[in-house]
């Protein structure tokens, strides 16, 4: 192939044109969301919101609004922290009745989200919206380094049984706020819409505007964490964008790969100064 200094100024225009849509992907092709600062609209309307969760798209912008519970069964009761404690384990907490309460979600997200020069830590509160209703947390508790998978607990119960830190959803309440949230890959959401040994499907977004999935490519396989940057986050190809999309991979683990642990798109201010409420009951 000549070199451009070469090429005559007749085809330099063409070659130049050629070059510029395939980087970006092609004008016509809304899946072909590789690039960073590409419309994803098209891919989040064919997520499976729940039918608890109000979904409507703008220019440029995702509004999600939704009461905050989930849309799968929860645990009767939980193992909470007294004392004000946020740290929760089995010797400083209780069980009590699921304090699990109504939320008022309303978030306008990007759609055409865009890499930030250096990545934002995700906060100790929702740092992303998922199709269940509910909202995702970073992998951590209170004091950013216990991680909730690693550290889940039971006590017993008001029936003698073990009630739980974490439920089967890897999810749980902030019994001050009455916030549900999950850690990790929620089986419970996943169920919902994925087929077993199947890819993963759209299952939230970020705050930055990146798509939220599970941890299964395109062929079925599980990811490897290895194979993720340090916010969880990849690119490769997903059933609803098959040219490839940057997205966030949740994982079933008790680790610290479980979760987003940080944006690596620009995000709002606004949504990261948010902070866990303080735990116990």
Request: glycine share 10%; proline share 9%.
């Amino acid at each position: 192939m000549a070199t451009p200094w070469i090429l005559s100024r007749a085809l330099l225009p063409v070659v130049l044109l050629a070059a510029l849509t395939f980087a970006c992907g092609g004008a016509t092709s809304p899946t072909n969301a590789a690039t960073m600062g590409a419309d994803l609209s098209a891919g989040f309307k064919q997520a499976s919101w729940g039918a608890n969760v109000t979904v409507t798209y703008s220019t440029g912008k995702l509004r999600f609004v939704s009461n905050g519970i989930p849309n799968h069964a929860r645990d009767a009761e939980y193992a909470v922290g007294v004392g004000g404690g946020r740290i929760p384990n089995a010797s400083n907490s209780v069980a009590m009745i699921d304090p699990t309460r109504v939320q008022n979600y309303d978030f306008s997200i990007p759609t055409s989200p865009v890499k930030a020069s250096s990545v934002t830590p995700a906060p100790l509160a929702v740092i992303g919206v998922m199709i269940s209703g509910a909202s995702l947390f970073n992998p951590f508790e209170g004091d950013g380094v216990t991680v909730a998978t690693q550290s889940n607990f039971s006590v017993k119960g008001t029936a003698g049984k073990d009630v739980w830190f974490l439920d089967v959803c890897n999810g749980h309440p902030v019994p001050t706020a009455g916030t549900y949230h999950y850690h990790a890959l929620p089986p419970c959401v996943t169920a919902q819409v994925d087929q077993p040994n199947g890819p993963s499907h759209i299952i939230g977004t970020a705050f930055d505007g990146y798509p939220i999935y599970g941890d299964r490519d395109t062929n079925g396989k599980q990811v490897d964490a290895s194979s993720l940057d340090q916010c969880n986050g990849i690119t490769s190809p997903t059933p609803e964008f098959p040219a490839g999309v940057y997205h966030y991979v949740l994982r079933n683990v008790a680790g610290p790969t479980s979760s987003i642990r940080c944006f690596t798109g620009v995000v709002a201010p606004s949504l990261t100064r948010m902070q866990m409420p303080g735990m116990g009951p």
